[in-house]
């Protein structure tokens, strides 16, 4: 059995990211950019680009004394800052696309571009770990290879 390795706090944006893709490449039957380009459409995408996903996970944190409820380790003030650093770019890079928008707004093209290119980044960054990690049986979108 192998041992629990501890996620950067940074990770865990990249992580949610990356399951919902591999949860909806998997049931169906998409490939990576088809599963990315419809995880855009998801409430899960619509709480990160919103600042929900952090700001519920920092609110809980901040009212304990910065201790993460799932470790009990303390979260030093850097990490905190990095983390809401990491909110307000997510919220500047993933823009919240109309469910019915005109395809010949090309403003809007532009813009799901950005965000499909940010998503492809945050996948690229979690493969990254879990290969650093020595946890290739992480990786099931295979992105870096």
Known sequence: MSEQISKPYVLRAA??????VCKIKDEDLLDNEKAIENFIKTDDYDKLCSGEFHNEWLNIVKSNGNIDPGTNQKIPDETLRLLEIQRDTMMKELIKIPKLYDAKNHQLIELSKKAYNFLWRMC??????CRETKQENLITLKIID
């Open 15 to 20: 992580e949610k990211i990356y399951l919902n």
């Open 124 to 129: 690229e960054s979690y493969e990254l770990w």
